[in-house]
């Protein structure tokens, strides 16, 4: 009879189980067409869980959930991300010299969006923190920039990195054409209005100078950004079951948050491909994609894309 009830008890659990699936898996396909017939601007019911109020829950173990849930990898992730945004303009300040022989040391400016607990911000510094004036990061969640803080804190960074809550769809108006870069990494799923927060980027972006003394290069914005596979490979099927299945799992686990991590794979799922959201940056934010690049085999892991600001006509809804 004990072992008659415990087959009951695993067959009711695997039949709970298909069943949350199954939900999971309709509401996510509804969620995608609804992008595709309402275009990227947002991400309807997706953003209410993304906002900051859902990630001041998980803040107290959201580093930990990384490593994690990433094998160890997020921060070689987020590393790559960083000298893909940084390294042309880290080679021209090495490079350049101003009008009376001195190095361009300390004179750029990169902005961190969705900075999180500031792992790229204190990164960036760590690998280019020669070359950089200062590192700005900005999150819409309270308690991950609290956290933040005391990791730059203990860096003994406080003067180099400034951490501050905001929304990435209303940066400071004084921000215009202020920094030299930008990453944003694992945050464009959670805005709220996709293409307003992108073009705020846009405008906070250095723009080309029309002084021809100013060899800089072009500004750049760097997404980081976890998209399901959708490719043929074989092994896709098993990066997509652990997405589905075991990143709430290892959530509720550690956490004891089942339902923001959830939310974590429904948005990785109902984000678009990857060539509908690099001409989603070209029609709707005026953001040339100079490269795209995957950052596991078999695009089973992150995407990573590096776009540059092109002028604001080149953007259709930009022009209305």
Not at 41 to 61: E, I, N, Q, T, W
Not at 289 to 296: C, G, N, W
């Amino acid at each position: 009879m004990a072992k008659m009830s415990t087959q009951n008890d695993v067959a009711a659990a695997a039949l709970l189980a298909v069943v949350l699936y199954a939900w999971q898996d309709r509401r996510c396909r509804r969620q995608r067409r609804q992008l595709q017939l309402g275009g990227q601007g947002g991400s309807g019911d997706l953003v209410c869980d993304g906002s900051g109020k859902m990630f001041d829950a998980v803040a107290p173990r959201y580093d930990l959930l990384n490593r994690i849930m990433s094998f160890g990898l997020d921060r070689q992730w987020r590393a790559e991300a960083i000298d893909a945004c940084l390294q042309p303009l880290v080679q021209w300040a090495g490079e350049a010299t101003t009008s009376d022989g001195q190095s361009q040391q300390q004179r750029l400016e990169l902005l961190d969006v969705a900075t999180g607990t500031a792992d790229v911000a204190l990164d960036a510094l760590h690998r280019h923190g020669r070359w950089l004036r200062a590192v700005v990061g900005v999150d819409a969640s309270e308690g991950m920039i609290a956290l933040a803080r005391q990791k730059v804190h203990r860096a003994a960074a406080d003067e180099r990195v400034q951490l501050q809550v905001g929304d990435a769809e209303s940066l400071p108006a004084e921000w215009s054409g202020r920094f030299d870069a930008c990453v944003i990494a694992f945050g464009v799923r959670n805005f709220a209005h996709r293409a307003a927060a992108l073009r705020e980027i846009h405008r906070v972006l250095r723009k080309p100078s029309t002084d021809h003394s100013d060899t800089r290069p072009p500004s750049r914005l760097v997404i980081l950004e976890l998209i399901e596979p959708r490719t043929a490979h074989p092994l896709a099927p098993v990066a997509r079951l652990f997405l589905r299945a075991g990143v709430p799992l290892l959530g509720a686990l550690f956490s004891g948050r089942p339902r923001e991590y959830l939310y974590l794979q429904r948005s990785a799922r109902a984000f678009p491909p990857v060539e509908s959201f690099v001409r989603f940056l070209s029609d709707e934010c005026a953001l040339h994609t100079l490269q795209v690049r995957h950052l596991s085999p078999f695009g089973l892991g992150p995407t990573l894309l590096v776009t540059t600001p092109a002028p604001l006509q080149d953007a259709k809804a930009m022009t209305t």
